[in-house]
């Protein structure tokens, strides 16, 4: 076990999965609207299996690259791209609003 000030960090052979992952409305109802090559950040909450949470993945996990391990969708295809900071960017024009989603990729162990 690791602690300092702001985190703590404990290892175990527990496998902990997410059991919670919630895209926390930085924007109106996760719906991006605007010009290609709108930016706004997203907040992504997780809560995992033995209930411990995290309220913003890419803040509090800034050194893991997370986008490759969650599954963006959209209603609109290949509209979005999501950077390892969180950045959710608008890749085409569209004439409506463009809901966001997220899950998690489905781990081989």
Partial sequence: TYSNNALTVRVTN?????SQITIQNTFTS????????TQKNLVISAIFSDTSQINN??????????????IFSSSVTSSIEVSIG???????NYYGIINIGVTTKPCNS
Avoid at 14 to 18: A, L, Q, R
Avoid at 30 to 37: E, K
């Fill in 86 to 92: 969180g950045v959710v960017t608008l890749l085409t």
């Fill in 14 to 18: 527990e496998n902990i999965y997410i």
């Fill in 30 to 37: 996760n719906t991006f609207s605007g010009i290609s090559g």
């Fill in 57 to 70: 993945i890419f803040q509090d996990l800034y050194w893991i690259d997370i986008p490759p391990l969650l």
